[in-house]
């Protein structure tokens, strides 16, 4: 199980959890067990396309990851992070 780091806009759907546990071999694996856990996140993470949406990033460890098919990294937490904006 790897620990996945949830930013405060996603953790409506994690019950207001800031970290949780996802089991995957790739970033995509556990990206599905996540919302598979928690309906609707994934989506917030990623678009139709299966990419990355340009407002979130991911980190395995220190490591930026924008390849979804990137296998995970034993040991290493994963962070999504969620950019803030407006004006």
């Not at 996945?4 to 996802?22: C, D, F, H």
């Not at 407002?55 to 969620?82: Q, S, W, Y």
Request: charged share 25%; with cysteine.
């Amino acid at each position: 199980m790897t620990v996945v780091l949830i930013p405060s806009q996603l953790q409506s759907y994690t019950g207001g959890a800031s970290r949780v546990q996802a089991d995957g071999r790739t970033v995509m694996d556990l990206l599905r067990d996540l919302d598979r856990q928690f309906p609707g996140i994934r989506f917030r993470v990623v678009d139709e396309q299966d990419r990355v949406r340009q407002h979130m990033k991911i980190f395995i460890g220190p490591e930026r990851v924008a390849d979804l098919n990137t296998p995970m990294t034993a040991g290493c937490d994963l962070m999504l992070f969620g950019a803030l904006s407006g004006g």
